[in-house]
């Protein structure tokens, strides 16, 4: 059988799930102005689980991280709730979709 999608580094493909972040008003716009890439706020809070700048989309005002599995998705967002609290007070919204961008469950939303 074949897989679908795009082979990522490891040659593995990285498009069946992704966990959607968007964040808070504002905090993109003052990072570029400051000259930083927002996809680095995204790729800090999940770099134990996702490392590649180059894959993450850029949808419908928020940035999709690409994994394997709907499991990898929840890992990643675990990792990033209890380890690394400190990003969250910048997203708005965290959810997990499924390839066909169809979201399936919201995980986080900033009350």
């Known amino acids: 059988m074949e897989a679908e999608g795009e082979l990522d580094r490891e040659g593995s493909t990285k498009d069946s799930w992704y ?3 968007s964040f808070q ?4 716009e003052r990072a570029e102005h400051s000259g930083f890439d927002p996809r680095g706020f995204v790729t800090n809070a999940f770099y134990m689980t996702h490392h ?3 894959d993450l989309e850029r949808r419908e ?12 998705c929840r890992v990643a967002w ?9 990003y969250m007070n ?3 919204r965290v959810a997990i979709a499924k390839r066909d961008r169809k979201v399936t469950e919201t995980l986080y939303i900033l009350e």
């Not at 008003?25 to 993109?28: C, K, Q, R, T």
């Open 25 to 28: 008003s504002g905090i993109e």
């Open 90 to 92: 910048r997203f708005l």
């Open 61 to 72: 005002g928020a940035w999709w991280i690409p994994y394997d599995t709907e499991e990898e």
């Open 78 to 86: 675990q990792y990033v709730r209890g380890d690394w609290n400190f």
């Open 19 to 21: 966990v959607v972040v």
């Open 52 to 54: 590649w700048k180059d």
